[in-house]
């Protein structure tokens, strides 16, 4: 996948809206407001000090939370910018649904085009976003005065220069708002659209990227004189579909209509793009529920008291492992993490990065809702599936070492982490039994992961209940255990892989208590990768 951007924040005066208060509180927030509501019940509605004192004391409440609040829709802004240019790369993910125009450039003007006919209510392309913003609006107590900011996510390391540019600069950016309707994922987290607008921005200077046209075409404020308008995507804002208002012939030049369409027109239009893009837009929305679940699980835990999970007396046995295995090691007890150093030899190595390399595409995660394995918006790796077929050597090792037979074995990852890439901490268990990547009513009992490159600087596996950092080194292995024989997920193997400097390449698979046996996930129907065999 691609980079997860370095989130810089800008907060300027602006205008707009006030959140939801009681809506959007986290528990903590809504414990310490009825405590400081408890102390302050005895005073009398007569005494004028008694007023005073009660008014600074809620506005401070006031304060508290919004402080949560902000924090939480930073973090879904910042978590939605991180999905939104994942799915913009074009070497990630390509609309091919949503690529019917081009740009022309004749005698130095600049036209988009439709490249086929295009009926009322299809798309003709996506609108990008190069930042994602948030402005809202804080009432002051006691005044009439309201406080207004604005935060802004975007990709410091890309487009840093374009913030240091003045506004003034003609065509240097473009804001689009986008509104929320209570189908909207974002709409519980960035809250009410009359007090907060999202926000998207456009830099035209940035390279054009087919499918992703929003913004470059013309516009007029007559809608009778242009052919489309802008669209929130049903249930996957901040994405936005430039949509069709009338049929659009090949070669007509696309011109984006200013003025807001009457109601039944906008309803009747998303009606439309949402019962003939249903696949489409559904996948991409489920990009987008998992990052604002992502901003409101992170919420939740900073509001609960943290604790280590299942102690190691709730827990066990787990997977047994071959102890007599060459070079396993020990590197933590309770819970057991093992290494092997140089359990892969460097040939092995460099050819797996070599046979991997043409095939890689976005990385797949545990969606946590459901215990399926789906698209990752977050991890912002890519990855490639190795056939066992084609590493008989490794696969022996693996299944020497792991005590298990290949049918118990995951299909093979192959992932690389570009600079800046990396994966959140995570658990790779379930609790309970679960279907997922081809097995079923089963469980991962054991994590193997091999690093195939050295790196030097960053992209360490981290285990913060453990306070344990691994440093990759090539064809060193790592296992620990992320359930027990009896279903139970073990949080204590919480980790992470951090974002990575120097390129960082893994080779991982997973041991499961069953062998796989559903078939649309056997090895068979893997594709090969190349001749050469490992």
Not at 462 to 491: C, M, S
Request: with cysteine; glycine share 6%; charged share 25%.
């Amino acid at each position: 996948m691609l980079k997860l951007p370095a989130i810089c924040c800008l907060f300027v005066i602006l205008n707009d809206g006030i959140f939801t208060v009681q809506a959007l509180a986290t528990p903590a927030a809504r414990s310490r407001k009825s405590r400081k509501q408890k102390t302050s019940s005895g005073r009398g509605f007569g005494n004028a000090k008694a007023k005073v004192a009660d008014q600074a004391q809620a506005a401070q409440i006031i304060d508290e939370i919004d402080e949560e609040l902000d924090a939480t829709s930073k973090r879904a802004v910042s978590n939605l910018f991180s999905v939104c240019s994942h799915i913009q790369n074009p070497q990630l993910y390509q609309p091919k649904w949503a690529d019917a125009c081009t740009q022309i450039n004749e005698n130095g003007e600049k036209a988009v085009i439709a490249t086929r006919n295009v009926e009322r209510g299809q798309v003709l392309t996506l609108f990008p976003i190069h930042a994602l913003g948030l402005r809202t609006l804080r009432q002051n107590m006691g005044s009439k005065k309201e406080k207004e900011k604005e935060f802004v996510a975007y990709d410091r390391d890309v487009d840093e220069e374009l913030f240091k540019q003045e506004d003034q600069q003609a065509g240097l950016r473009v804001k689009l708002n986008i509104p929320l309707d209570d189908e909207q994922p974002a709409y519980p987290i960035i809250g009410n659209r009359e007090h907060n607008v999202l926000f998207s921005m456009f830099f035209p200077a940035k390279e054009v990227v087919p499918g992703w046209l929003g913004g470059r075409m013309k516009a007029l404020s007559a809608v009778v004189d242009s052919n489309c308008v802008t669209i929130p995507l049903p249930g996957a804002a901040p994405l936005c579909a430039v949509v069709a208002t009338r049929d659009v012939k090949e070669g007509e030049e696309v011109i984006q209509g200013m003025q807001a369409l009457e109601p039944d027109a906008m309803e009747e239009l998303k009606g439309i793009l949402s019962k003939k893009y249903t696949r489409d837009i559904s996948s991409l929305r489920l990009h987008i529920e998992m990052a604002c679940e992502n901003a409101q699980e992170a919420a939740q835990s900073s509001s609960v008291p943290e604790t280590n999970g299942n102690s190691s007396s709730e827990l066990g046995p787990f997977h047994q492992l071959n102890l007599q295995y060459p070079g396993l090691k020990k590197i933590h007890q309770d819970p057991d993490i093992y290494v092997i150093e140089n359990f892969l030899t460097d040939d092995e190595c460099d050819r797996t990065i070599a046979k991997s390399t043409p095939h890689l595409k976005p990385c797949l995660v545990k969606n946590e809702r459901n215990g399926k394995v789906e698209q990752d918006p977050v991890r912002t790796s890519t990855n490639s599936n190795l056939p066992q077929r084609e590493v008989p050597t490794i696969m022996q090792k693996m299944t020497d070492m792991a005590c298990c037979n290949a049918n118990q074995l995951e299909i093979l990852q192959v992932l690389n982490y570009k600079k800046g890439q990396q994966f959140i901490p995570h658990t790779d268990g379930f609790s309970g039994k679960f279907n997922a990547c081809g097995f079923e009513q089963s469980s991962r009992l054991a994590t193997i992961f091999c690093y195939l490159n050295d790196v030097v600087h960053g992209g360490s596996t981290y285990f913060p209940e453990l306070d344990l950092d691994i440093q990759p080194r090539k064809g060193t292995a790592v296992i620990h255990f992320p359930a027990d024989l009896n279903w139970r997920e073990d949080e204590r193997t919480l980790h992470q892989g951090k974002p990575a400097i120097d390129d960082k390449w893994l080779l991982t698979t997973w041991v499961w208590k069953t062998e796989r046996s559903d078939e649309m996930y056997a090895e068979s129907k893997l594709p090969s990768l190349s001749s050469d065999m490992i």
